[in-house]
């Protein structure tokens, strides 16, 4: 009895030491089931999984397949010398990319200004501070004729597999916004920066029309919001 | 014959000044504007390593090969095919803007001796300084603790002691004697000693509101995350990333804009910059601790032969999880960052002055009530509300209803916050 009273009176004072969240403490949770679910989510996982590698939750796509609507990320050149002179010739810009709304510019300051700078000129932070990683081909930035001279195809390979020291951006460009930096590049290159849709190339074109890009899912996601309010 | 030993003597006379001319320091600025971001002298990097490169390649070759490699392969040299093979087809820039007195000056640069490093024999002796005085101060405070308990147990004897003897002396045990000294003063302390009264009411006031308040408040933080900061397995600085580097969240968090999460990176994109940054200004030549944990989850070598630096052995790396919201809510961000134009900041706080990621926002239900009631939504820059702003505007300009306008008019403005494009519907969030 003693006891259970001693507890009701220290209940308070524990409910606050192992309520308040900080350091590492994530604090108490009426359901924890509910933040840490049985199920598998993204990004959450407590216990190592046994059976995948890594013990991770997640799993790579399995090899030799392609997603639904992903099939302009299969790409055939190999991560070699002779992959990224081919490019030159065999990979090319595709006809009707369109970038109205300076998607390119976008993610041009999103993922290369960072080193680059954000006019091209190699000038970004990370250069700054270590300026062993500028290219020392060009490091003056792209007015330099190696980047002039560059095909769009050897960019684009760039893009997928990196060089030197630059990494591989695959995994966060889809392959139409990898196109649509690489025209804004060829605009910082030739030093007419115009990003009012001016590199549209035609429209006749649907080779890009089957891959999902942020665009469309923003459009969808309008549309339908769009139509609750309207009904 | 003279023909000849003058030629000899012309060409020895040629040669000699270019060999006397050799600038290491010139070589030095050279290596670090054009040959600094492929290779390093002591340590293989995107190219070989090329301290000491004259021993295995002659001159000739050498100028041939750095000032145009491409065309050089291509004439059939051997050796040049084989040494691009060798170093993974990485085909080296053409440097045609160098001259050959530049090249052999770089060249004499890697011939230069490495400086030899400090010597740690400095900096050991004021450690075991600190180690030393350290020790010393633990084994003083024991001592004094150890006296401190000795006296306190003997004091404490002792009074027994004396106790006993008076107990004995008043012919009772000693029990006895404790127990009448309770029952003889216990009342002076509960009842009659007034000061002491007030004073028990008064705490018994106080744990009265302050109880149940504690209570209230402890019950209140169950399941508010607000504060946790976790050590995480890479000490990852925000603050030096996204803060003074300036990096965009989105170049590592790349699917905020279009997916449900935010995504944790993958280590591939440590590696865009950190295959080339392998430490700070103050870690010298040194991998930097933390970086090392990448290279070790990675199973990279970053002193392995270019294309072979990846080994089988890779590990995930076990971040934790800050940000937690339960099942039953649904939160999506591209909706907020993407559709919404939201800065990250304006939930996660000012993560980019954050050394240590902590938990800024309650991430309560009223938090975001607050945040959907208040915030307006930018209609005129935003394609995603064309539709609602222009059927807004033609409800607005057909029907002629004060209560509508007094709704979505503010100061002569359209004003829409999420609440009224359904941002309050229950069902938005949970299902």
Redesign the interface.
């Known amino acids: 009895m003693k006891n259970i009273k001693k507890l009701l ?1 220290l ?6 030491m192992v ?13 924890p089931d ?4 049985k199920g598998y ?4 996982q407590l216990d190592s999984n046994t059976l995948n590698e ?3 939750n997640v799993r790579r796509p399995v090899d030799g397949t392609v997603a639904l609507g992903k099939a302009d990320y299969a790409y055939a050149l190999p991560n ?3 992959g ?2 081919r490019s030159a010739t065999e990979v090319s810009m595709p006809a009707g990319l369109a970038d109205a709304e300076c998607e390119g510019k976008r993610l041009y ?3 290369c200004s ?2 680059h700078g954000v006019e091209g000129k190699n000038d970004g ?2 250069f700054k ?2 300026s ?6 060009w ?1 003056d930035g792209y007015q330099n004729d ?1 980047i002039k001279n560059l095909a769009d195809g050897q960019i684009y390979h760039t893009l997928v597999y ?1 060089k ?6 695959a ?2 460009l889809t392959p139409t916004q990898r196109w649509q930096v690489i025209a804004y590049v060829r605009q910082l290159s030739n030093g007419n920066v115009d990003c009012d849709g001016s590199v549209v190339v035609s429209t006749d074109s649907v080779s890009m029309a089957s891959d999902v890009t ?1 665009e469309d ?2 459009s969808e ?2 549309d339908s ?2 139509n ?3 009904h | 014959m003279l023909k000849t030993l003058s030629l000899i003597f012309i060409l020895s006379f040629s040669f000699t000044p270019v060999i006397a001319q050799e600038n290491a320091e010139n070589g030095k600025a050279l290596f ?7 290779h390093k002298l002591d340590k293989p990097s ?1 190219g070989p390593k090329l301290r000491k490169i004259r021993s295995k390649y002659e001159d000739e070759w050498l100028l041939k090969w750095i000032k145009n490699n491409v065309e050089f392969r291509k004439s059939g040299d051997e050796r040049a095919i084989t040494t ?1 093979e060798e170093n ?4 080296m ?3 045609a803007n160098l001259t050959d007195a530049d090249v052999l000056d770089i060249l004499a640069y890697t011939d230069t001796e490495p400086e030899v490093a400090e010597g740690p024999a400095v900096s050991s002796e004021p450690t075991f300084f600190n180690n030393y005085t350290k020790y010393l101060l633990m084994i003083v405070a024991l001592v004094l603790l150890i006296t401190f308990l000795i006296l306190f147990r003997i004091f404490k004897e002792l009074r027994t002691l004396r106790r006993k003897q008076e107990a004995e002396a008043n012919g009772v045990t000693y029990e006895q004697a404790a127990q009448s000294w309770w029952s003889k003063n216990k009342e002076k302390f509960i009842i009659v000693n007034p000061t002491i009264t007030v004073l028990a009411g008064v705490t018994g006031f106080a744990a009265l509101i302050f ?2 308040w ?2 209230w ?3 209140n ?11 995480q397995p890479i000490a990852y600085s925000h603050k030096l990333h996204a803060g ?5 969240c ?2 590592c968090h ?1 699917t905020a ?2 997916s ?2 935010a ?2 990176p ?1 280590l ?2 440590c ?3 950190h ?3 392998q430490g700070t200004e103050a870690d010298g030549d040194n991998i930097n601790p933390e970086i090392a944990k990448i290279y070790a989850a990675l199973d990279y070598n970053p002193e392995g032969k270019p294309g072979e630096q990846y080994g089988p052995n ?3 790396v076990k971040w934790v ?1 800050i940000h ?5 809510a649904y939160f999506n961000h ?2 907020h960052v ?2 919404g134009g939201l800065q990250c900041q304006e939930c996660h706080g000012p993560i980019q002055d954050m050394e240590k990621v902590y ?1 800024f926002s309650s991430l309560q239900m009223g938090w975001c009530i607050d945040c959907h009631r208040s915030k307006k939504i930018d209609v005129e820059n935003n ?6 702003h222009a ?1 807004v505007k033609k409800k607005l300009n057909s029907v002629d209803s004060a209560e509508y306008k007094k709704q979505y008019f503010k100061d002569g403005k359209i004003v829409i916050t999420p609440s009224m ?2 941002g309050l519907e229950c069902a938005k969030c949970h299902y």
């Open positions: 009176y209940s308070p004072i524990a409910l606050l309520g308040c969240a900080g350091g590492n403490n994530p604090g108490i949770e009426y359901a509910m933040y840490d679910s989510e993204p990004y959450n890594y013990g991770a070699t010398g002779e990224y002179e300051i999103m993922y960072p080193c932070n990370i501070r270590a062993y990683l500028k290219p020392g081909a490091g190696y990196g030197n020291n630059m990494g591989s951006h995994s966060v942020a899912v923003q996601v309008s919001t769009k609750e309010e309207v | 670090e504007t054009n040959c600094v971001s492929c995107i691009y993974n087809q990485a085909a820039n053409i440097f109880v149940p504690f209570f408040f402890g019950i933080k169950v399941g508010v995350q607000q504060g946790y900061a976790p050590e003074e580097l300036g990096i965009d989105q170049y790349s804009s279009y449900k999460s995504s944790i993958s591939n994109t590696m865009n910059c295959k080339g940054v890779r590990k995930a999880r937690n919201l339960p099942d039953l591209s909706q993407k559709v938990q394609n995603y509300y064309e539709k609602l059927s494009n359904g």
